[in-house]
């Protein structure tokens, strides 16, 4: 099956800088790749989501990048602000398959 | 547009005793997903059901837990005999079609935090 890899574990910026979350995934079948953050006692919200047939989507502060070839993607959010603090999920899920496989979470803070 | 509902948000049990989640999808959605957070970790896949239908319980363990969608009512994740390491953060997640690979997003309810004492 998918295995999912996510990092870092914790990232901690200054308002204001540029926070990177990095995934890689292992079954190059995999064609949707959507990323949620979840905010302390809530659910996981979407946030972006991208498919394999698009190598960046932006979307204001956020913007997501894959790489194929690599079987890597990865989250940029830029200006980050402390409502940003949060844990991110990344997540992968095969053409053949209809259940994403998250990786652990990363949890960003964001001092002010 | 009311979302992803469940309750019941938090809920105690003794070791010994059920537990029962449940899980009442967005308007429009019939696939319905179940999830488990332990502390510090991610998002484990339990059971895949459609109305009626259990379509993947691959995550699921063997015993004391079982899942149903039935034709009406939501969705119940049941564990019996629950013991201290259920404890956990359950979620609930519905799309409209079947999700993942067709570009589908799943969206989660606000979760079922489960103590065991």
């Known amino acids: 099956g998918e295995n999912v890899e996510q990092h870092p574990s914790t990232l901690s910026v200054q308002e204001g800088d540029s926070a990177v979350i990095k995934c890689t995934y292992s079954d190059s079948a995999s064609n949707y790749f959507p990323w949620y953050k979840q905010e302390l006692g809530k659910g996981p919200q979407l946030i972006i989501d991208i498919r394999s047939n698009v190598g960046e989507k932006k979307d204001q502060r956020i913007a997501v990048t894959l790489n194929k070839t690599a079987k890597h993607f990865s989250l940029h959010i830029t200006e980050t602000q402390p409502e940003d603090s949060a844990v991110y999920f990344c997540?992968?899920?095969?053409?053949?398959?209809?259940?994403?496989?998250f990786g652990r979470g990363t949890s960003l803070i964001v001092h002010p | 547009n009311a979302g992803v509902m469940q309750n019941p948000r938090h809920l105690v049990r003794r070791r010994g005793q059920e537990a029962r989640l449940r899980c009442s999808p967005m308007?429009?959605?019939?696939?319905v997903y179940w999830y488990r957070q332990l502390p510090e970790e991610g998002l484990k896949f339990m059971v895949y059901l459609q109305k009626e239908n259990i379509i993947d319980e691959s995550g699921m363990p063997k015993e004391r837990f079982s899942a149903e969608f039935p034709k009406e009512g939501p969705s119940i994740l049941r564990i019996q005999q629950v013991v201290r390491g259920d404890s956990a953060a359950y979620f609930c997640?519905?799309?409209?079609?079947?999700?993942?690979?067709?570009?589908?997003?799943?969206?989660f309810g606000e979760g079922s935090w489960l103590t065991v004492v």
């Open positions: 997540a992968a899920t095969p053409g053949g398959s209809y259940i994403p496989t």
């Open positions: 997640a519905s799309s409209p079609r079947q999700a993942g690979g067709s570009g589908n997003t799943i969206y």
């Open positions: 308007k429009g959605h019939s696939h």
